[in-house]
């Protein structure tokens, strides 16, 4: 397998580092579900895409080539450009997970303990705990009034703005005692130390109370919320030759983006492309914002109505003949950790996007396994319009494995794939990404909405 910097010609390196400009902003932008919704809703609009919605409301006919977007309780969507073909013959599917690992705040959060105010969290998908202490992390996310009013919340992240985080214990005192180990319940964020002095007792407390009090936030609001503790600062370059990238939440927004960019140039196909942004895959798929929800499948059968093209059987049959990549980051090989890891077989930064015909573990456990009519297909077209493509495993047999909704979708009978970029630093605070890959992410999936 090649290393692609050698392969590329100067003009393309330059439409790779805009693209990944593009990228890393996009990465600063957005760290929670809500916030890449309303990214690429705002893209998708300027680019004619229609809300369903909307459409419904009209019964607006919709016809080939027209662009139509659905948004599903504002955390996860699906866009579609609606193709010359009759719909009963496919469906060319794109999905990706917009949710990544975090700290979610409890319902009731906040307390006091020895004149110091704290916040309580409950972790969100995998992580190694220790990783969240001493770091600036920032609150991003949304508070839901009784009135339905809602406050919108972006904190830590302008330098005019202050960071909170989770302190660490000093390693002078950690000798004496076994290795401390950080526990879910130690998960808590320090937000202040000043007390109010005209409080009766819990004066910490009391004065942070007030300062949201003052943004028109009440303690009990925080039942009505959903705020995300993630790491604050902007997604950077990485390494002295900058061919990387650092940010928070690549997994697994770097196939996001790349696929939703991918979407966009999509014009007038034959066969019907299908972008889906979904919710909740950190935690299993399960919710009214997962891949396992049926907003997939009912806004596809709203769109197949508009067509003129449904009925239950004609959307059994769309979805039965559709193809997928199911596209999710796996591990690239780190030579650091090389002990679980194959170098012979497992993704390399620098290869391009990542093929992995079957994830899962213990013997394939739970994997979607891919057909080998679809690779060969795949591979055609994938050679045809020069993408730098790797056939890869996950580290070594038995020493781990993960789940992608690749199964789910495989469940209509279509062909998937897990596909995605290879990252270092899989669900840590700050992942990372090779530049060249992520662009080759998109290459790849621009010729696969060409399939
Ligand atoms: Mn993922
Ligand atoms: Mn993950």
Same mark, same amino acid.
């Given at each position: 397998?090649?290393?692609?910097?050698?392969?590329?010609?100067?003009?393309?390196?330059?439409?790779?580092?805009?693209?990944?400009?593009?990228?890393?902003?996009?990465?600063?932008?957005?760290?929670?579900?809500?916030?890449?919704?309303?990214?690429?809703?705002?893209?998708?609009?300027?680019?004619?895409?229609?809300? &369903?919605?909307?459409?419904?409301?009209?019964?607006?006919?919709?016809?080939?080539?027209?662009?139509?977007?659905?948004?599903? %309780?504002?955390?996860?969507? #699906?866009?579609?450009?609606?193709?010359?073909?009759?719909?009963?013959?496919?469906?060319?599917?794109?999905?990706?997970?917009?949710?990544?690992?975090?700290?979610?705040?409890?319902?009731?959060?906040?307390?006091?303990?020895?004149?110091?105010? #704290?916040?309580?969290?409950?972790?969100?998908?995998?992580?190694?705990?220790?990783?969240?202490?001493? &770091?600036?992390?920032? @609150?991003?996310?949304?508070?839901?009034?009784?009135?339905?009013?809602?406050?919108? @919340?972006?904190?830590?992240?302008?330098?005019?703005?202050?960071?909170?985080?989770?302190?660490?214990?000093?390693?002078?005192?950690?000798?004496?005692?076994?290795?401390?180990?950080?526990?879910?319940?130690? #998960?808590?964020?320090?937000?202040?130390?000043?007390?109010?002095?005209?409080?009766?007792? /819990?004066?910490?407390?009391?004065?942070?109370?007030?300062? #949201?009090?003052?943004?028109?936030?009440?303690?009990?609001?925080?039942?009505?919320?959903? &705020?995300?503790?993630?790491?604050?600062?902007?997604?950077?370059?990485?390494?002295?030759?900058?061919?990387?990238?650092?940010?928070?939440?690549?997994?697994?927004?770097?196939?996001?983006?790349?696929?939703?960019?991918?979407? %966009?140039?999509?014009?007038?196909?034959?066969?019907?492309?299908?972008?889906?942004?979904?919710?909740?895959?950190?935690?299993?798929?399960?919710?009214?914002?997962? %891949?396992?929800?049926?907003?997939?499948?009912?806004?596809?059968?709203?769109? %197949?109505?508009?067509?003129?093209?449904? /009925?239950?059987?004609?959307?059994?049959?769309?979805?039965?003949?559709?193809?997928?990549?199911?596209? /999710?980051?796996?591990?690239?090989? /780190?030579?650091?950790?090389?002990? $679980? +890891?194959?170098?012979?077989?497992?993704?390399?930064?620098?290869?391009?996007?990542?093929?992995?015909?079957?994830?899962?573990?213990?013997?394939?456990?739970?994997?979607?396994?891919?057909? $080998?009519?679809?690779?060969?297909?795949?591979?055609?077209?994938?050679?045809?319009?020069?993408?730098?493509?790797?056939?890869?495993?996950?580290?070594?047999?038995?020493?781990?494995?993960?789940?992608? @909704?690749?199964?789910? +979708?495989?469940?209509?009978?279509?062909?998937?794939?897990?596909?995605?970029?290879?990252?270092?630093?899989?669900?840590? $605070?700050?992942?990372?990404?090779?530049?060249?890959?992520?662009?080759?992410?998109?290459?790849?999936?621009?010729?696969?909405?060409? &399939?």
């Amino acid at each position: 397998m090649e290393n692609i910097w050698n392969k590329y010609s100067q003009s393309k390196l330059k439409k790779m580092e805009s693209f990944c400009d593009e990228y890393k902003d996009f990465l600063s932008q957005c760290k929670t579900e809500r916030e890449c919704i309303n990214f690429f809703s705002n893209v998708a609009e300027k680019n004619g895409y229609i809300n &369903l919605e909307k459409a419904l409301k009209e019964n607006k006919k919709l016809k080939a080539g027209d662009k139509v977007y659905a948004v599903n %309780m504002g955390k996860a969507m #699906l866009l579609m450009v609606i193709g010359s073909e009759p719909m009963i013959k496919g469906l060319n599917i794109i999905g990706s997970h917009i949710d990544s690992p975090r700290l979610d705040l409890k319902a009731t959060p906040i307390y006091e303990n020895n004149e110091l105010c #704290l916040l309580d969290t409950h972790y969100y998908g995998g992580i190694k705990k220790y990783q969240w202490t001493a &770091l600036p992390l920032a @609150i991003h996310g949304t508070v839901v009034k009784k009135d339905g009013t809602k406050i919108n @919340i972006v904190y830590g992240e302008d330098e005019n703005d202050a960071v909170v985080g989770i302190t660490d214990l000093l390693p002078h005192l950690e000798k004496s005692k076994e290795k401390l180990e950080i526990k879910g319940e130690d #998960l808590n964020i320090l937000v202040g130390s000043i007390p109010d002095k005209t409080a009766e007792k /819990d004066k910490v407390k009391a004065n942070i109370i007030k300062i #949201l009090q003052n943004k028109n936030i009440d303690e009990g609001d925080l039942f009505s919320a959903e &705020l995300e503790i993630v790491p604050s600062g902007k997604a950077r370059d990485f390494g002295l030759d900058k061919s990387m990238i650092m940010g928070y939440g690549q997994d697994d927004r770097v196939c996001a983006f790349t696929s939703f960019m991918a979407l %966009m140039e999509v014009d007038k196909p034959k066969t019907t492309a299908l972008c889906l942004l979904v919710d909740k895959e950190e935690i299993g798929s399960v919710g009214a914002t997962a %891949m396992n929800s049926k907003f997939y499948e009912n806004s596809i059968a709203e769109i %197949m109505n508009l067509c003129g093209q449904y /009925d239950e059987l004609s959307m059994r049959r769309a979805l039965n003949k559709s193809k997928m990549l199911s596209s /999710d980051v796996t591990a690239a090989f /780190d030579p650091n950790y090389p002990t $679980p +890891m194959n170098e012979k077989t497992d993704a390399h930064l620098a290869r391009g996007i990542s093929f992995n015909k079957y994830t899962g573990s213990r013997g394939k456990s739970e994997a979607n396994d891919a057909n $080998p009519e679809f690779i060969a297909k795949l591979r055609n077209v994938l050679d045809e319009n020069k993408v730098f493509y790797q056939a890869t495993e996950m580290g070594k047999v038995d020493a781990g494995g993960g789940g992608t @909704i690749a199964y789910i +979708m495989a469940g209509y009978g279509m062909e998937v794939i897990d596909s995605g970029v290879p990252l270092l630093n899989m669900h840590a $605070p700050w992942e990372i990404s090779c530049k060249v890959d992520v662009y080759e992410s998109y290459l790849c999936y621009r010729a696969f909405y060409k &399939l």
